[in-house]
């Protein structure tokens, strides 16, 4: 993919903050310090265009980033870091269920878990809306390079059974990935270009 321009489009905690055009919209969701902006920038080729809260957990907004002038990258609010206050942490449902709901030009969402642990109970819960709200989905499993090559199956389907993800569609749903070591980056590409559809003026190379 060769990225032209990327830049920050909007940030907003409400539909009426969305982006009013009709571009394709990619959403990233997981956990507050699972590696989301890091996976975001590494795709892009940036390496602050995506900023981590200096209190993870804490900056419970989307973010729309505009790239290419074709199509959206969406950084959903993170969930489950313990020292956020309580009325934060209820905001976050309501705000990703609404936007699962009603994004305007939504056609993927990209899960993000932590290769080296089991899933939590909240990415079960995002599992379980996405496959509710009908959103085509697979998972990205970051911080492959805290884990042994050789361990990388193993780890994968204890993600893939938690998650329950059936067996015959792991290989497309649920891949590793590296931002230190841009481990899977070409990868992820190629799992996401056939969201965004011939039409759009994103080009690989």
């Known amino acids: 993919m060769i990225v032209r321009s990327a830049e920050l489009a909007a940030s907003a905690d409400h539909p009426k903050g969305y982006p009013d055009d009709d ?44 790239i290419n002038d074709a199509f959206y990258f969406v950084d959903l609010p993170g969930y489950g870091f313990a020292k956020v206050p309580l009325e934060v942490k209820r905001q976050w449902g309501p705000m990703v269920r609404t936007y699962l709901e009603q994004g305007r030009g939504l056609v993927g969402v990209v899960q993000i878990v932590d290769l080296r642990h089991p899933p939590s109970r ?19 499993a970051t911080k492959a390079d805290k884990v042994k090559p050789t361990r990388w199956a193993a780890h994968l389907r204890t993600i893939a059974e938690a998650l329950a ?41």
């Not at 996976?39 to 892009?44: S, W």
């Not at 079960?124 to 990205?140: A, F, I, N, S, T």
């Not at 070591?181 to 965004?196: F, M, Q, S, T």
């Open 23 to 66: 571009l394709p919209q990619i959403a990233f969701a997981g956990r507050s310090n699972v590696g989301k902006s890091s996976l975001i920038n590494a795709l892009l080729g940036r390496r602050r265009l995506a900023r981590t809260s200096n209190t993870p957990g804490r900056t419970q907004r989307i973010h729309f980033y505009r």
């Open 122 to 140: 909240e990415d079960g819960q995002l599992r379980d809306w996405l496959v509710e709200y009908r959103r085509r989905h697979w998972v990205v």
């Open 165 to 205: 993800i059936p067996r015959e569609d792991e290989a497309g749903l649920l891949l590793p990935f590296s931002a230190l070591k841009r481990e899977g980056v070409d990868a992820v590409w190629e799992a996401l270009l056939p969201w965004l559809g011939s039409d759009t003026e994103a080009s690989h190379g």
